[in-house]
């Protein structure tokens, strides 16, 4: 079964970019999409087709993909962007959606 | 204004069901390419795909849960469902119901409802 690979944790300083990796075998021929999920609160989409942000989604959050990795790249970073991201795929070979296991976003 | 709601009781004993119902809200859930689908999380730990249904009846489930689920769809009470069938420790979750989109990806959420497995 295909596998997305994410580091456990990023630290940023506010007013930075913090960049978040997916990684995938050949991921960069999968459309990625990426959650933001704060404490208590369900998943949000931040970015879906690799790079495009939903409407409310502030400029700041873009998106890449190339090779075996995606990324998520938070510029000018928040503290209110602190929160656990997630990437997500669709394995249309065995019909099922993956979710890397996350990445928990700590803005010092 | 798209919204979606979870329902369902909060403590399953083990070896039970576990049913869900999902009542959607702005939209009907049989609009044509309708996609919906359940998504858990236990507690403190990342998100886990359960299944999707679509508005025609189709579905997929999650490899490691397939034998023990059931989804279906109530177009009379705009509501989808989720069934999981002997049930453990190890489904103790935040259960969401969200849309899935044709891009692939779940651009609604529910706001979740904990379920808990007891023995």
């Known amino acids: 079964s295909y596998v997305l690979t994410q580091p456990p944790s990023v630290s940023v300083a506010p007013g930075k970019t913090a960049s978040i990796t997916c990684g995938g075998n050949?991921?960069?021929?999968?459309?990625v999409h990426w959650y933001q999920q704060k404490p208590g609160q369900a998943p949000v989409l931040v970015i879906y087709y690799d790079r495009d942000r939903p409407s409310g989604i502030p400029e700041r959050f873009s998106g890449s993909n190339s090779g075996n990795t995606a990324t998520l790249t938070i510029s000018r970073v928040e503290a209110g962007d602190e929160a656990d991201y997630y990437c997500q795929v669709w394995a249309s070979s065995s019909d099922h959606v993956v979710f890397g296991g996350g990445t928990k976003l700590t803005v010092l | 204004q798209l919204q979606l709601q979870e329902s369902g009781p909060g403590l399953v004993k083990s070896s039970e069901t576990l049913s869900l119902t999902c009542t959607v809200s702005?939209?009907?859930?049989?609009?044509?390419?309708?996609?919906w689908g359940w998504i858990r999380q236990p507690p403190g730990k990342g998100l886990e795909w359960i299944g999707n249904?679509?508005?025609?009846?189709?579905?997929h489930y999650n490899p490691s849960l397939k034998s023990r689920l059931t989804m279906s769809v109530d177009t009379s009470k705009n509501q989808f469902s989720l069934k999981v069938s002997s049930v453990t420790a190890a489904d103790t979750s935040m259960y969401y119901c969200?849309?899935?989109?044709?891009?692939?990806?779940?651009?609604?959420w529910g706001q979740g409802t904990m379920v808990t497995v007891s023995s």
């Open positions: 249904i679509y508005s025609n009846g189709t579905t």
């Open positions: 702005g939209d009907s859930v049989s609009s044509t390419n309708s996609y």
């Open positions: 969200a849309r899935f989109t044709a891009a692939d990806a779940f651009d609604i």
């Open positions: 050949n991921i960069e021929t999968k459309s």
